[in-house]
């Protein structure tokens, strides 16, 4: 979806707990779906992506999940590390505009060790 | 190899003053784009160019933005007269084709 706010919701959560990250998009027709990780003066550094004949897809410690349905995702992290601490952002891609991106708000997590 | 540069990485400037954001891309990616970061939002498009053209400037908020793009490498982005609310930073990305996209570290322009 697009975003629009002041404020990042945040997620806490302990060392070496999993977390869980969601998003919703708005355009029924994306089929490409990135998730993205943004540190403190860095830009975006690709996580995990998914298409849309995929329901669940798994890199190192991450999973991607994909409800078509209702339209969200998620991006479960497992066993999550100080170095997780960063703000993600789901993004669709639009191939069929040359590959654009629209990314959603983003939701900082803070992981405490 | 080298990731996608940009330049400079910070800059302060006037209200109503020019400025000019310069980015290079990973060699041999044919797709270049522009995205703009405010404070505590999320990351919106502004351009994308395929090669030296740019088919979608939709992003691009008003008529003192422009972008250009030669020999198919680098890229700048021009903000004219600019205001308060430029402020923010502004990332490049580039791919090859319409493909993965990577992230240059951004400029964060200050508008006073």
């Known amino acids: 979806g697009e975003s629009v706010g002041l404020h990042l919701p945040t997620l806490s959560v302990q060392e070496g707990d999993n977390s869980i990250i969601n998003c919703a998009y708005s355009n029924s027709a994306s089929d490409y779906f990135i998730w993205y990780k943004q540190e403190s003066g860095k830009g975006p550094q690709f996580i995990i992506d998914?298409?849309?004949?995929?329901d669940k897809r798994q890199g190192q410690r991450v999973t991607v999940l994909l409800n078509k349905t209702v339209k969200h995702l998620s991006l479960q992290i497992a066993a999550t590390q100080p170095g997780d601490s960063a703000v993600y952002f789901c993004?669709?891609?639009?191939?069929?505009?040359?590959?654009?991106?629209?990314f959603g708000q983003g939701t900082e997590l803070s992981v405490k060790p | 190899g080298a990731g996608v540069s940009q330049s400079p990485s910070n800059k302060v400037t006037e209200k109503g003053k020019d400025v000019e954001l310069r980015c290079d891309p990973i060699s041999g990616h044919t797709a270049l784009y522009w995205y703009r970061q405010s404070l505590g939002q999320g990351l919106e498009f502004l351009i994308y160019?395929?090669?030296?053209?740019?088919?979608?400037k939709s992003g691009l908020p008003s008529d003192r933005f422009s972008a250009e793009r030669t020999g198919g490498s680098v890229s700048t982005l021009t903000i004219q007269r600019t205001q308060q609310e430029d402020s923010a930073v502004y990332l490049c990305?580039?791919?090859?084709?319409?493909?993965?996209?990577?992230f240059g570290p951004g400029t964060r322009l200050t508008v006073l």
């Open positions: 998914i298409r849309s004949n995929m």
């Open positions: 990305a580039s791919s090859f084709l319409a493909g993965l996209q990577y």
């Open positions: 993004a669709e891609n639009f191939r069929n505009q040359g590959g654009k991106l629209i």
């Open positions: 160019f395929q090669g030296n053209s740019a088919p979608d």
